[in-house]
């Protein structure tokens, strides 16, 4: 029974650009997720997505927009990558049950 | 939002000892978790429990919901236990993180 799975693993950009980051959530769950998470600090809801549907978002810019598809995998796009947004980007999974974490993704803006 | 502080912010052990780390939250909430992220990144579920006591080996957790606060103990400590130890609550959708509880055991 997989987990939740992410990609890529690693990744650097440059401020300006634009970034995707995939995420497949565990096996039987339908909810994704997606938290930055900061050097040094705890996660931080971005938004959630549940029937290909925006559910709720945190306090982010819309330059963070997401998808959901009908495989309940998500995509994260990021645009306009600014050096602060730097961070591990953490995709949770759940079907009224509690998160399931993927390892993340490290990005990296320069 | 809801506010959650962890306490203490860091925590060095000896290997075998025992440690009690502490999670207070600003409002009612309907779910809580402890997790362990360990050196790597990953976040890894220890317990799901919005209120009462749960128990998995060495480790055990309270959450007292109408107080605001839970637990996390942590007995016979072993290096691999290492790591920062997070409390996350939240209502239905929105999970609120501490900035967590930095352990490090040594041998």
């Known amino acids: 029974d997989a987990g939740v799975t992410q990609s890529p693993t690693h990744l650097i950009k440059t401020r300006g650009q634009q970034v995707t980051l995939r995420c497949s959530p565990k096996?039987?769950?339908?909810?994704v997720s997606w938290y930055q998470q900061a050097l040094g600090q705890g996660p931080q809801f971005i938004f959630q997505y549940y029937e290909e549907e925006e559910r709720q978002r945190g306090n982010f810019p819309d330059r963070f927009s997401g998808h959901q598809f009908p495989n309940y995998s998500s995509e994260l796009n990021v645009n306009a990558l600014l050096l602060g947004d730097s961070a591990l980007y953490l995709c949770?999974?759940?079907?009224?049950?509690?998160?399931?974490f993927g390892n993340g993704t490290r990005l990296t803006v320069t | 939002g809801i506010q959650v502080e962890q306490s203490p912010p860091d925590l060095i052990l000896q290997e075998g000892a025992n440690s009690t780390l502490r999670c207070n939250f600003s409002?009612?909430?309907?779910?809580l978790q402890w997790f362990h992220q360990n050196p790597w990144g990953q976040l890894i579920n220890l317990f799901y429990i919005p209120s009462g006591t749960k128990q998995n080996g060495r480790l055990s957790a309270t959450t007292v919901a109408t107080e605001r606060y839970s637990l996390l103990y942590i007995s016979s400590s072993q290096t691999t236990d290492s790591g920062v130890y997070f409390c996350a609550v939240g209502r239905v959708v929105q999970f609120y993180f501490g900035t967590g509880t930095s352990l490090t055991v040594i041998p």
């Open positions: 949770a999974s759940s079907s009224n049950s509690p998160l399931h």
């Open positions: 409002d009612s909430v309907n779910n």
């Open positions: 096996s039987g769950h339908d909810t």
